[in-house]
């Protein structure tokens, strides 16, 4: 567990959160989408601390967890269409994933990678989600995809958006902050506290 953290995601800017496994990275993001209330220390939205703004929050939201969230007895049509999506948007997303072709394919006979960019195709969708919060985007992608992710993320900063993601692997986002979980790690034997800072 982690304390003593704090930072600001301005829009326009991407935040990357490195760490070992178990370094908390996954409990910080739970922790800024609501799920986790166990935590010391103020997270604000805009300048309303949570949880009064949480709400808010939520409604400028897109969050993709390191578990994908695809409904394995949908096909990905079925799955972009319950977030929402129109059918000719769907095909668009799709295919900026290369997954045309697979849209009315059951989820549950794709591969893990396949799975990974069906959750993905949601950031190609028409959205008003300003904040994107994404645990390890990159993973199980090859290089044309973490390429043409890249692109899309950029395109979202471009446009005034935050990005906060995890990822193990380098990220090629421009600006992009960076805070390493390990800098904040609690001492042995100390009182476990977990201290959060704003985002915007």
Not at 3 to 11: A, N
Not at 24 to 53: C, H, M, N, Q, V
Not at 86 to 101: F, H, K, Q, T
Not at 140 to 152: M, W, Y
Request: proline letters at 4%.
């Amino acid at each position: 567990m982690f304390c003593g953290l704090g930072f600001t995601l301005e829009p326009g800017a991407a935040m990357q959160v490195l760490g070992t496994n178990g370094a908390g990275k996954s409990t910080l993001i739970r922790t800024l989408i609501g799920s986790a209330t166990d935590y010391r220390g103020e997270i604000l939205w805009g300048d309303k601390p949570f949880p009064a703004s949480l709400a808010q929050m939520r409604q400028s939201l897109l969050y993709i967890g390191h578990n994908a969230g695809v409904r394995r007895g949908l096909t990905p049509m079925e799955n972009l269409a319950w977030y929402g999506a129109r059918r000719e948007d769907a095909l668009v997303a799709l295919e900026a994933v290369d997954l045309y072709g697979f849209e009315d394919v059951l989820c549950q006979q794709l591969s893990a990678g396949q799975t990974r960019r069906v959750a993905l195709a949601r950031l190609f969708l028409p959205s008003v989600a300003s904040l994107w919060i994404l645990d390890e985007p990159l993973a199980a992608l090859d290089v044309r995809g973490v390429a043409r992710l890249e692109s899309r993320m950029a395109d979202h900063l471009g446009a005034g958006g935050s990005i906060l993601l995890t990822s193990h692997q380098p990220v090629n986002l421009s600006p992009l902050k960076q805070v390493n979980l390990l800098d904040f790690q609690v001492p042995a034997g100390y009182d476990i506290a977990m201290e959060a800072g704003s985002v915007q």
